[in-house]
């Protein structure tokens, strides 16, 4: 489905040239999950930006970004624009800032669901408010009609993911979606995600920098270090045989409870 | 809300109020009275008569719709170009903003009265004139601060989110960034009315605004010249008017840069 072949990309800041993300390949087949380890800087979250087609016009793409075998990079925008939310969906880091503070979650969810789909006003709202339903947000009927800032921050990723959830994406790409979560909500928001994607039969690209959490849920993971992929294969045999010492280092770097 | 405000807004509101209704009474501002030729301030006419015995609180709330029709027009048409153009400028970026800011650097060096008094001159002087005159060449500074919202503001994650649901850039534009640039606009649109409101009165001081009979505050001052000494109300009244309204123009501006932006409140109480 989604098909990536020496993926480059630069930025040029202040005349010099900097190298973000070297020549990366990797494949994710409809329904499959495919996680991307690596630390903050590693390249991950432009690699990802740069399928949505949304990287600044500073930096210089090269390679192949293909999806159902049609090149992204060469869509014009407009054809780019319908791929963009419709056929694959992107959740954000921080949901709180994802979200616009002036607008009600009724008001941005609506203008997603109509986006994409011919529907009048009221049925949108009813299908915003069984998505908040289905992503577990209490009352929501009600407090559809609040703003971001009412909401916790696990709840306003709750809210990305119902609004994402409502384009029926094919393929989820999620950037670090719990890493500004405390433990317990990050639990209950990969939980949410796990049953999600069964239920929706969705393929995800998972961005972490937390190998464990990454492993537990994805069929391929790839390790990223300085903007190059530096290992890739099924998380037992990440696990089992690193080859590179990056990927040794992360394993190491999983917290153990020892008494 | 601080007695500052209070003040600005009762007063813009009264004055307001009673230039909208008055000319649902039955009296001519433009009347002519040989028997009250200059009269001080009394019950029978509250702020006096003039050199030809109209009175002075008639023609001043007539004034008072010209001036505050200025203000409001003018800095319509300010609004309208400035905040146009400070979104695309910023948005767009690149290239574009760069000639847009060095066009604009251009324009703020001209010499605005100048451009205007020349304007005038050579157009029949008209109130219309004078509204699109000030409005078209007082808008650079209002698109430099959308401008620099815009600049900040189009970094920020939701507006990636939003492009990344597949919004076309003009809804991202006009109503995502759109709304937090309100602000500081509203701010300047206050400080920009005052400023029109001014220069309509130095225009019509020269003759070159609202012409006579018809009422403005510019021309009932530059009426008032030659009766200074006998009839020092008719300058002070015009000139009070025109003090007390930018004051409230200014003070309103302020305040509600108070009210609108958290940070300038805490700013403010550590300073007082």
């Known amino acids: 489905m989604l098909v990536i072949r020496n993926l480059d990309v630069k930025f040029n800041v202040n005349g010099t040239s900097v190298h973000a993300v070297n020549g990366i390949s990797y494949d994710i087949s409809p329904g499959q999950s495919m996680g991307i380890v690596?630390?903050?800087?590693?390249?991950?979250?432009?690699?990802?930006?740069?399928?949505?087609?949304?990287?600044?016009?500073?930096?210089?793409?090269?390679?192949?970004?293909?999806?159902?075998?049609?090149?992204?990079?060469?869509?014009?925008?407009?054809?780019?624009?319908?791929?963009?939310?419709?056929?694959?969906?992107?959740?954000?880091?921080?949901?709180?800032?994802?979200?616009?503070?002036?607008?009600?979650?009724?008001?941005?969810?609506?203008?997603?669901?109509?986006?994409?789909?011919?529907?009048?006003?009221?049925?949108?709202?009813?299908?915003?408010?069984?998505?908040?339903?289905?992503?577990?947000?209490?009352?929501?009927?009600?407090?559809?009609?609040d703003y971001p800032h009412q909401f916790s921050l696990g709840m306003c990723q709750r809210i990305m993911i119902a609004m994402t959830l409502s384009m029926k994406p094919e393929l989820?790409?999620?950037?670090?979606?719990?890493?500004?979560?405390?433990?317990?909500?990050?639990?209950?928001?990969?939980?949410?995600?796990?049953e999600l994607k069964e239920e929706y039969n969705m393929a995800m690209m998972f961005i972490s920098h937390d190998l464990a959490v990454v492993s537990e849920r994805c069929d391929t993971v790839g390790v990223m270090h300085l903007g190059h992929m530096v290992e890739m294969g099924t998380p037992k045999d990440i696990f089992t045989s690193p080859k590179n010492e990056y990927t040794k280092t992360l394993i190491d770097a999983i917290p153990k409870i020892s008494f | 809300?601080?007695?500052?405000?209070?003040?600005?807004?009762?007063?813009?509101?009264?004055?307001?109020?009673?230039?909208?209704?008055?000319?649902?009474?039955?009296?001519?501002?433009?009347?002519?009275?040989?028997?009250?030729?200059?009269?001080?301030?009394?019950?029978?006419?509250?702020?006096?008569?003039?050199?030809?015995?109209?009175?002075?609180?008639?023609?001043?709330?007539?004034?008072?719709?010209?001036?505050?029709?200025?203000?409001?027009?003018?800095?319509g048409i300010s609004l309208l170009i400035g905040v146009t153009i400070g979104l695309l400028s910023g948005f767009i970026g690149?290239?574009?903003?760069?000639?847009?800011?060095?066009?604009?650097?251009?324009?703020?060096?001209?010499?605005?009265?100048?451009?205007?008094?020349?304007?005038?001159?050579?157009?029949?002087?008209?109130?219309?004139?004078?509204?699109?005159?000030?409005?078209?060449?007082?808008?650079?500074?209002?698109?430099?601060?959308?401008?620099?919202?815009?600049?900040?503001?189009?970094?920020?994650?939701?507006?990636?989110?939003?492009?990344?649901?597949?919004?076309?850039?003009?809804?991202?534009?006009?109503?995502?960034?759109?709304?937090?640039?309100?602000?500081?606009?509203?701010?300047?649109a206050m400080l920009g009315m005052g400023g029109a409101i001014l220069v309509e009165s130095v225009l019509s001081f020269l003759g070159l605004g609202v012409q006579p009979p018809h009422a403005s505050w510019g021309n009932m001052l530059e009426n008032s010249l030659g009766f200074l000494r006998d009839a020092p109300w008719m300058a002070l009244i015009p000139g009070i008017l025109i003090t007390l309204t930018v004051l409230s123009l200014n003070f309103l501006g302020d305040g509600l840069w108070?009210?609108?932006?958290?940070?300038?409140?805490?700013?403010?109480?550590?300073?007082s």
């Not at chain 1, 989820?172 to 796990?194: F, H, N």
Request: hydrophobic residues 50%.
């Open chain 2, 94 to 188: 690149g290239l574009v903003d760069a000639i847009i800011m060095r066009l604009l650097d251009v324009l703020m060096a001209l010499p605005t009265l100048f451009l205007i008094l020349m304007v005038q001159v050579t157009l029949e002087p008209s109130i219309f004139n004078v509204m699109v005159v000030i409005g078209v060449t007082s808008w650079m500074g209002m698109a430099r601060l959308v401008r620099a919202e815009v600049l900040s503001i189009k970094e920020r994650a939701f507006v990636t989110a939003c492009r990344s649901r597949g919004l076309p850039e003009k809804t991202v534009l006009f109503k995502h960034i759109l709304p937090h640039t309100l602000n500081p606009v509203i701010v300047a």
């Open chain 2, 258 to 271: 108070l009210l609108l932006d958290p940070k300038a409140k805490e700013n403010h109480v550590s300073h």
């Open chain 1, 172 to 194: 989820l790409i999620a950037d670090e979606p719990t890493a500004s979560l405390d433990v317990t909500t990050q639990k209950e928001i990969l939980e949410l995600m796990d």
């Open chain 2, 1 to 75: 809300m601080t007695p500052k405000l209070w003040f600005s807004i009762s007063f813009l509101g009264g004055l307001a109020i009673m230039a909208i209704l008055i000319p649902l009474l039955p009296w001519d501002p433009n009347a002519i009275n040989p028997q009250a030729m200059p009269q001080p301030p009394s019950w029978r006419h509250w702020f006096g008569t003039d050199d030809l015995g109209r009175d002075i609180f008639l023609r001043s709330l007539y004034g008072a719709r010209i001036s505050l029709m200025v203000g409001f027009v003018s800095v």
């Open chain 1, 38 to 145: 690596g630390e903050s800087g590693s390249g991950k979250s432009v690699s990802a930006m740069a399928i949505m087609g949304l990287l600044p016009s500073s930096a210089q793409i090269n390679g192949d970004i293909r999806f159902h075998g049609q090149s992204l990079r060469s869509l014009p925008e407009d054809h780019y624009r319908k791929i963009r939310g419709k056929k694959i969906g992107y959740i954000f880091q921080n949901p709180l800032a994802a979200l616009n503070p002036v607008f009600t979650i009724a008001n941005q969810m609506i203008e997603t669901i109509q986006l994409h789909h011919d529907l009048s006003k009221d049925t949108a709202r009813e299908l915003a408010i069984d998505l908040l339903n289905k992503v577990k947000i209490v009352d929501a009927g009600r407090r559809i009609d």
